[in-house]
């Protein structure tokens, strides 16, 4: 039973006061361009997740506090949250240095993405990861 | 046409129990009128328009309740808070907000018949809410004012310390799980069942 | 068998733990028996004689007692009777009261004449793995021979067949520092962690802390260690940052420092039970730190039938002797590797009880220790070995032992001396217990100076201390328990509010041990001669050496084809001399071997703690309706619905449920009826974006939709699966009520928040669930509007004014209403919204109001035939997760306008996209009576054995009393394009039922009941 705690409102508590939402950093295709998306994306966005030993990122919900979606980076391998960052943000620098494998890839696009977001988002679609405006908390 | 007959959650068991055959005194609180309110704590115009029809500034700090009069408003969530108010006041106070916030981006809804307040009271009362719940009620904040979500006895639930001496703690649970709650409380405050966690039972 | 009562006299010992002018009564196998307050079953079974305790599980052998605590295997005993029976308990833990009734297990008729022992004799034929060897062949012996002899054979103790009438419940505690275990290290670590202010819980699964002070050697401070451990504990006890448990078993170590405790508050008094208070409390730990020091257990030597009654482990001996003045016998003899017997031997001695040899393996025995028993007078052997046993009364106790020299191997022993005696006491070295060290993933690695394995790494925030970490002197013990309660304390960051003084040890040192894993035996090997490693699972050595010829080598191979350590006792005392075993037989040695998976729970603790307060009415929450008292009073029969109760039918006197169905199907069709929709899912919804964001997560349109107007919307999920259903209504321009299903009510306003909070973050919408807010009812049937005429009401109810998929907001009766003119039944229909607390009230008045028009209440079968009539599909009846709105034939109610909504583009994905999916069709049987079974397979072709090609599913199925015949919906693949067909239900039996394929709408296709 992990205890997590919640960047939104603060609350602390059991793994089974949250909810945890899978994969972070999953871009919806249809958001963007409803028109314009091959199976194989759609098939991606659906079904395709990493499965890393070591550290990963992922969505969680404040489901018994304020409600309230975030991000955690959490070590797969020793449980510990290395960190919890806003919905719409990416990860603190410091640890999105510490991916390895698919995600380092993909934080690697993200970044390099940043200035010109749109171009970056036609292949790794990353744009839920990096928005204009961050949640306040 | 007769008057509407209202018939309160817990109107089917005792009204209250004075204490006598629990470590706790249980009762209802059946004149408690709660009103929804959501909109963005960030947003100037909705804190004044709240402010105006309330007379009190919304608490902003989590799980902090502001108190006025008659009136306590609950922290739910950085977009959601709980008015309370004397149940045949309900009605006005929602029309006084949706009239004060206007077209400001807000949501106002009457839910005084949406849920249950059982009220907990009695030294042993924090025991009784780590019984049901994972939450540790022994913490230096856990005091009057006080008001968290939370799973107690395998629901959703909202738990408010009223205050520390007497201990007293309002849950808040859905109207239809107000038979239940009761009587997992009931079932788990029996005298004999107290622990007096690290010699405690007075906080 | 009654032997000699053995309760030594006052004199000679005075049994710290009882209480000699308390005298109690118990039974045990039905035979009346007495014992002192402070005496445990086994103390108690012990001190009147009896030496048989319990039966093995395979062989049936008797056993006597063994052990000293929760270690035991042998002797495990039923306690209790009818509903409070609770078998498998282990007789040195089962404290004793007045009344307490025991019985033995795995013996039948009784426990001195057992059918099972020809087990024993046909012993040769149940080697290890023999369960699977044995039973697997003639496949059709299984059922009728193998299983049933199975099934008496095996099998430990009788559970209770009666409910239990305890109560139990389940406590959450958030800790800085967690101790495991009370004895002189686990004191030692609270004490010092306790000066630091911070919160300290202290668990131990005795009834009383110390753990085996009270039976060691060595001073602190200059009190006796159980002098020490008694002042330490009562300051705790007033120091209010320290809550102390016993009779408290941590049962397991999970992620983040959470721990299961497992406490028996009320086994050892009846009087408390009586008073209210549970019968055990499970406890739900958060520790900052946890502190093991949960000690060592003895373990035995393998020597030829090392199980005889009378066999037992050195420190339980000695136990018995200290604690309960009960002597294990008349005279004894001692068997060790290691200094402790020694400790044992002079204990006992001192005590009057005889022990005429000390037998010990080592060759060189170090001084000290043996010099000391020598000096009292001890016979004290070197270099020799037990190497079988003599037993009389069918093996229920033993007459003597052969000693012989020691040589390690498996060759006959010839050289053998008979010694008489009636015990024997075993101390062949200690296992540090480490199972809670590794529940949680914490490393081990094998220490030769104690032949065990001890703690080594670990990622969490734990630590261990004393003997459980391989620390065997007193010294170290205290030492290691204060440092890790000092360094407990700082590492939570805080600076000691008051240092506490470091505890002094005066102790003696010892010697070092010898190991020895099979002691050769006096006749041949394994005929007569049972080594066993595994009591309770009746594992030998020739077991776990067959196992490695026959090629399981891996120990976790091993493990699983013999059963070591897979008892209740989890191999406590078995594994490392299993592995022991193994290294002989390997020629490997035993860290190269590793251990097997040490999983929670330490020990069994009950179902009812498991189980907590989760009993009787309050096994689940159930969610009642305002309307539920009045359903209950109405004799209302109940659909579980979610954690909802809704009523089903409604039965009167003479009614079947069928009959009762029928008669409100046909109320509201001829008639009026009376539906609670109470739990049916409301969600607000407002803000300027709100019908943008109705678009999104409807299939069809709401942008549209005009205020005071419903309608009936699809959701599906990203998959393009249909998810969920109901009509929404536009309160205003920018505020819409959303109406869900009763199950996804909860699942729809989290979907709303989480795209609402992930995905388009810059829509302007709030969302708050009413469900409970609102008491909801369908007034159905053609005098429906005559009902509500004659209640005051300040909405036109004529159709002119209100018409069908609107929505009026005003007073009905005095009562505040939201008015929707929906239907589910095909019929016309008026669905009321009140507040909660006003529901019962206007039903009241509703029914009072009908009364003259036959108004009836009606359920929820009514409910899903009046829908099934019409056609209208049911989420998760007609849809199970894999079906799209096309599938049910509702293409008309996906947009082809909007750019975007959730699951459109999985639409057009290829598989759902291709021809011959399932399809949404009617059913006629062509028998019109003969109602087809929920979910029957429809198939292609009907053969006489399966398999056949299935071609799709009965998703509903009832008999409509309106058209007064059988009418079912089902998928079919490509159903919509085999209108008129005929499919077959080949149905269990034999029977096929056969049934045309129709269109699922069977009454009014134009819908004019409804639009009056
Ligand atoms: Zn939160």
């Not at chain 2, 089917?12 to 009128?33: F, K, M, P, T, Y």
């Not at chain 3, 309760?7 to 308390?22: F, V």
């Not at chain 3, 095909?826 to 109001?849: F, H, K, N, V």
Request: proline content about 5%.
């Amino acid at each position: 039973m992990l205890i997590i705690q919640c960047p939104v409102c603060g609350a602390e508590g059991d793994e089974t006061d949250f909810h945890c939402g899978g994969q972070a950093h999953i871009a919806r295709p249809a958001t963007s361009d409803p028109d314009n998306i091959a199976d194989g994306d759609q098939r991606d966005y659906l079904f395709m997740r990493f499965n890393p030993k070591g550290l990963h990122f992922e969505r969680w919900r404040c489901d018994r506090g304020c409600g309230k979606w975030f991000h955690a980076a959490r070590d797969t391998v020793s449980l510990e949250f290395k960190a919890y960052y806003g919905i719409t943000e990416l990860p603190p620098a410091d640890v999105m240095k510490q991916a390895t494998g698919q995600w380092a890839d993909f934080f690697k696009q993200a970044t390099a993405g940043r200035p010109a977001a749109k171009k970056a988002a036609k292949k790794t679609p990353a744009r839920k990861t990096a928005p204009a405006k961050a949640k306040k908390s | 046409m007769s008057d509407a007959v209202y018939t309160s959650p817990l109107a089917h068991v005792a009204g209250s129990r004075d204490g006598a055959d629990l470590s706790i005194s249980i009762s209802e609180v059946s004149d408690r009128g709660m009103i929804d309110l959501r909109g963005e704590a960030g947003s100037v115009k909705f804190r004044q328009a709240a402010k105006a029809a309330l007379g009190i500034d919304l608490p902003l700090k989590p799980r902090t309740t502001a108190v006025k009069g008659d009136m306590t408003v609950l922290w739910l969530s950085v977009d959601q808070w709980l008015v309370c108010c004397p149940r045949n006041k309900a009605g006005v106070l929602t029309d006084k907000l949706r009239k004060n916030l206007g077209t400001v981006h807000s949501l106002v809804v009457d839910v005084s018949d949406a849920r249950a307040i059982i009220r907990l009271e009695g030294d042993n009362a924090r025991e009784v809410m780590m019984k049901g719940s994972s939450i540790d009620f022994t913490l230096p904040d856990y005091k009057a004012g006080l008001v968290r979500r939370l799973v107690f006895a395998e629901i959703a639930a909202l738990a408010h310390i009223v205050t520390d001496k007497p201990c007293v703690i309002d849950i808040y649970v859905f109207r239809s799980y107000a038979d239940y709650t009761w009587k997992w409380i009931e079932a788990t405050a029996k005298p004999a069942a107290t622990i007096g966690l690290f010699g405690a039972g007075s906080q | 068998m009654t032997g000699k009562p053995y309760r030594l006299p006052e004199t000679a010992a005075k049994g710290s733990r009882i209480d000699r002018s308390k005298q109690i009564s118990f039974s045990f196998d039905g035979a009346k028996m007495t014992g002192f307050t402070g005496d445990t079953v086994a103390s108690a079974v012990l001190a009147s004689g009896r030496r048989v305790m319990g039966r093995s599980f395979k062989y049936h052998r008797p056993r006597g007692l063994i052990g000293l605590g929760s270690e035991e295997m042998n002797a495990l005993i039923g306690v209790g009777e009818d509903g409070r029976k609770e078998p498998n308990l282990r007789a040195t833990q089962v404290e004793l009261y007045n009344g307490l009734t025991a019985t033995s297990q795995n013996r039948w008729p009784s426990l001195d004449f057992d059918v099972g022992i020809i087990n024993n004799k046909f012993s040769r034929f149940l080697p290890g793995g023999f369960y699977y060897k044995t039973f697997m062949w003639p496949r059709s012996f299984w059922e009728k021979v193998y299983e049933p002899f199975i099934r008496n054979a095996a099998g430990l103790g009788e559970a209770a067949r009666e409910h239990d009438p305890d109560t139990y419940e389940q406590m959450h505690v958030h800790v800085d520092v967690l101790v495991v275990g009370g004895g002189v290290s686990g004191i030692a670590a609270a004490y010092a962690a306790a000066a630091s202010g911070k919160r300290v819980m202290l668990a131990d699964e005795n009834p009383v802390l110390g753990g085996v002070a009270d039976i060691s050697a060595g001073d602190i401070d200059g009190f006796s260690q159980a002098d020490w451990v008694a002042a330490r504990s009562a300051e705790f006890e007033k120091s209010g940052n320290c809550h102390v448990l016993t009779r408290t078993t941590v049962v397991g170590h999970y992620h983040h420092n959470y721990v299961l405790a497992a406490e028996r508050v009320c086994d050892h008094d009846p009087d408390l039970l009586a008073r209210g208070a549970p019968r055990h409390r499970l406890w739900k730990i958060r520790a900052g730190k946890v502190i093991v020091a949960s000690g060592a257990l003895e373990r035995p030597i393998a020597f030829a039938n090392n199980d005889r009654p009378g066999i037992m482990m050195a420190s339980a001996a000695r136990a018995m002797v200290e604690r309960y003045a009960t002597s294990p016998g008349m005279n004894g003899v001692i068997f060790a590797n290691n200094d402790d017997g020694y400790l044992t031997a002079l204990k006992l001695h001192e005590a009057g009880v005889a022990v005429s040899r000390v037998i010990d393996v080592r060759k060189d025995v170090p001084s000290g220790m043996a010099d000391a028993a020598r000096a009292a007078g001890l016979n004290v052997q070197a270099g020799a070995a037990i190497a079988g046993v003599e037993t009389g009364a069918g093996g229920k106790q033993i007459t003597g032992v052969k000693i012989a020299p020691y040589a390690a191997g498996r060759g006959r022993v010839v050289n053998e001396e008979k010694v008489e005696c009636d015990f024997v006491a075993v101390s062949g070295g200690y296992n540090p217990v480490v199972h809670l060290w590794c529940h949680n993933g914490g490393k081990l690695r094998f220490d030769d100076d104690i032949q065990s394995f001890r703690p080594d790494r670990h990622g969490d925030p734990i630590t261990v201390v004393g003997s459980a970490n391989g620390s065997f002197d007193l010294k170290t013990c205290v030492e290691e328990g204060f440092a890790g309660g000092e360094t407990a304390a700082r590492a939570l960051g805080v600076k000691p509010a008051r240092s506490q003084k470091k505890p002094a040890v005066k102790a003696q040192g010892t010697g070092p041990i010898q190991p020895i894993w099979f002691a050769p035996a006096t006749g041949k090997y394994n005929e007569g001669n049972k080594h066993f490693i595994d009591f309770q699972n009746d594992v030998t050595a020739a077991d776990l050496e067959l196992a490695q010829r026959e090629g399981y080598e891996s120990v976790e191979h091993t493990k699983r084809y013999t059963t070591l350590g897979m008892a209740t006792d989890q191999g406590k005392t078995s594994n490392i001399n299993g592995l022991g075993i193994i290294s002989d037989a390997t020629g490997k040695r035993i860290p190269e071997i590793g251990t097997t998976t040490f999983r929670p729970p330490y020990t069994p603790y009950s179902f009812g703690s498991i189980a907590g307060t989760k009993k009787g009415e309050l096994f689940l929450p159930v969610r009642r309706t305002a309307i539920f008292d009045w359903h209950k009073k109405q004799g209302a029969t109940w659909e579980p619905v979610g954690q909802w109760r809704r009523a089903y039918c409604y039965p009167q006197a003479g009614e079947s449920k069928q009959d009762a169905i029928n008669r409100e199907i046909l109320a509201v069709r001829e008639k009026v009826g009376l539906l609670d929709a109470s739990t049916l899912g409301k969600i607000e919804i407002k803000g300027p974006d709100a019908a943008k964001l109705l678009d999104l997560v409807y299939t069809n349109m709401f942008s549209t939709l005009k205020v005071g107007k419903a309608r009936y919307g699809l959701m599906m999920n990203e998959m393009g699966f249909l998810m969920d259903d109901g009509v929404t209504v536009r309160l205003g321009d920018d505020h819409y009520l959303m109406h869900t299903t009763s199950g996804g009510a909860d699942n729809i306003v989290a979907w709303l928040e989480e795209w609402l909070q992930t995905e388009w973050t810059s829509l302007k919408v709030f969302v708050t669930p009413v469900t409970e807010q609102w008491s909801q009812f369908a007034i159905a049937g053609p005098q429906a509007r005559t009902v509500l005429d004659k209640l005051d009401s300040d909405i036109d109810l004529s159709p002119e004014a209100f018409e069908f998929m609107s929505y009026r907001e005003g007073t009905l009766a005095g009562y505040p209403v939201r008015v929707f003119r929906i239907s589910f039944s095909g019929e016309l229909s008026y669905e009321i919204a009140t507040p909660s607390g006003y529901g019962r009230g206007l039903w009241d008045a509703l029914m009072q109001a009908g009364r003259s028009e036959g108004i009836s209440a009606y359920g929820t079968e009514a409910l899903h035939v009046l829908r099934a009539e019409k056609g209208f599909i049911v989420i998760g009846d007609e849809t199970d997760g894999t079906v799209t709105p096309h599938d049910v034939g509702m293409s008309w109610a996906v947009s082809k306008k909007k750019a975007d909504f959730i699951g459109k583009r999985s639409l057009d994905q290829a598989f759902l996209a291709s021809e011959g999916r399932k399809q949404l069709v009617g059913l006629l049987t062509t028998d019109p009576q003969e109602v087809l079974p929920d979910g029957a397979y429809a198939v292609e072709t009907v053969k006489s054995a399966p398999p056949m090609k299935m071609i799709g599913h009965v998703t509903s199925s009832y008999f409509s009393p309106t058209l007064q015949r059988s009418i079912a919906m089902a998928l079919i693949e490509g159903g919509q394009g085999k209108m008129g067909e005929t499919v077959s239900f080949p149905l269990e039996g034999g029977k096929t039922v056969e049934a045309v394929i129709s269109s699922p709408v069977f009454l009014d296709a134009e819908g004019k009941r409804q639009n009056v």
